[in-house]
């Protein structure tokens, strides 16, 4: 079921089916590079549209780009004149929130833990995946690299029969498109 | 077997009698205002300045499990479900962990020992470190039956059992409640406990509804314990320190 065309704001994946209309997927693609989902909060310098580096809630990006989604700005939007959001207001302008069903969506990851070809991926969500180290590139994938994610799932649950209650595996799930673009490329835009 | 407590290097200056668990067998009129004083501050030792709603928020202790893997006793605790994930009250996990460390600070001050209990094998190296860094305990490893209830034959008379748990993980690897809580129940030793959506705060003295999964919640949870147990029990050094001083300059 896809998202209302307003929400959607991950650049479709490949292979997946084109969007609906020829403006809409310009659109689309124009926005692709940031239009990842920063759910993570990283410290490194985040260059798309100019944004200020910063661990926790950096600004949200000027104009074009609706607050939480789709924007390069890392953790809940902060308003400088508030001092003390409440739960409920952090929480509805939160990137995770924002994003919606985490079914299709393009998310930027942190490597945080290699074994030989498994790579733990860290996305910003509760838990981790774990995705295969890919042939293209391989060596490139190490401790700290950032990679791009298309999340299928936040937390693989599932209810066995005759089970109580779910039993859950303590990972996300996700697939490796590849590593995230060098910072010449969104320097670029 | 023996079962080797994970030990840090014990606090110097720590009232530690060796037969009773109680820290209040001799005392002198001195010791009797320094115990007694901190229990007449609501913060004495101003923990609330420790953490804010949005340190919480940015290491995501309000993400929860899944909707079916909600244990009943934690809905209180849930602000709601967002597409199938439970999301944890942030106001309620403030007051708690409030109340927590300040109960955590008060059992430092008057030198009890201290048990932090995990059976995640992701975070067991964080949590022994936190132990040592604070110069408290850690066991993070199997717990064998009798730790707390059969202590007199596994470790020998005159034992000393910790005067606080703290799990950071009220589950074991098999996703049941960690064995130590209901034996800390028997033995009267008061527990706090990180419980997530999965689990069964019951019997914990002081829960702390939270996510225990994720490494960022989890190192905030141990920097805030390690924080509070260092800060009371430098309090109670100065204190004494203090009263030391009185007590010369009365006696000069």
């Known amino acids: 079921m896809a998202p209302p065309a307003s929400a959607v704001r991950a650049a479709p994946a490949p292979g997946a089916e084109a969007p609906p209309s020829s403006a809409m997927a310009a659109a689309l693609r124009g926005r692709a590079a940031r239009a990842w989902r920063a759910l993570l909060l990283l410290p490194a310098v985040r260059s798309a549209g100019g944004a200020a580096p910063g661990a926790a809630g950096t600004p949200p990006q000027p104009p074009q780009q609706r607050p939480g989604g789709g924007t390069a700005g890392s953790g809940p939007r902060q308003v400088p004149s508030e001092k003390s959001e409440s739960f409920a207001s952090m929480l509805r302008r939160s990137p995770l929130i924002q994003m919606g069903p985490a079914k299709d969506k393009i998310a930027i990851g942190q490597i945080f833990h290699v074994v030989d070809d498994d790579l733990y991926i860290d996305f910003g969500g509760k838990f981790h995946c774990v995705c295969k180290r890919p042939e293209v590139d391989g060596k490139k994938y190490q401790r700290g690299t950032r990679v791009r994610l298309r999340l299928l799932d936040l937390e693989l649950t599932s209810r066995f029969l005759g089970a109580a209650s779910d039993t859950t595996l303590l990972e996300a799930d996700a697939v490796l498109l590849g590593l995230a673009e060098s910072k010449q490329a969104k320097q670029k835009e | ?252």
């Not at chain 2, 668990?21 to 001799?26: A, F, I, K, N, Q």
């Not at chain 2, 049941?176 to 019951?202: F, L, Q, S, Y």
């Open chain 2, 1 to 252: 077997m023996p079962v080797r407590w994970h030990l840090a290097a014990p606090v110097q200056s720590r009232l530690v009698p060796a037969k009773s668990g109680s820290v209040c067998s001799s005392l002198s009129a001195d010791d009797d205002k320094l115990l007694t004083e901190p229990l007449s501050h609501p913060d004495f030792f101003s923990v609330k300045e420790l953490f804010t709603l949005k340190d919480l928020f940015d290491a995501r202790v309000h993400l929860g499990h899944k909707k079916g893997c909600r244990h009943r006793f934690m809905e209180p605790y849930i602000f709601g479900c967002r597409l199938d994930q439970d999301i944890i009250d942030l106001d309620q996990t403030m007051q708690h962990l409030q109340l927590a460390l300040n109960f955590t600070a008060h059992v430092a001050y008057r030198g009890g020992i201290i048990l932090f209990v995990s059976r995640r094998r992701q975070f067991c190296h964080l949590v022994e470190s936190t132990a040592r860094a604070c110069g408290e305990y850690a066991h993070t490893r199997y717990w064998q039956g009798g730790l707390l209830t059969n202590a007199h034959i596994l470790f020998g008379p005159g034992v000393r059992l910790p005067d606080l748990l703290i799990f950071l993980s009220t589950l074991n690897n098999v996703f049941e409640p960690h064995v130590a809580i209901r034996d800390a129940a028997k033995m009267n030793i008061p527990t706090v406990g990180v419980v997530d959506t999965n689990c069964n705060p019951c019997l914990i003295s002081y829960p702390v509804p939270g996510n225990d999964d994720s490494p960022a919640a989890m190192e905030l949870y141990c920097k805030l314990f390690r924080m509070t147990i260092i800060r009371a029990k430098d309090k109670r050094r100065q204190s004494e320190a203090v009263e030391e001083l009185q007590r010369k300059a009365e006696g000069n």
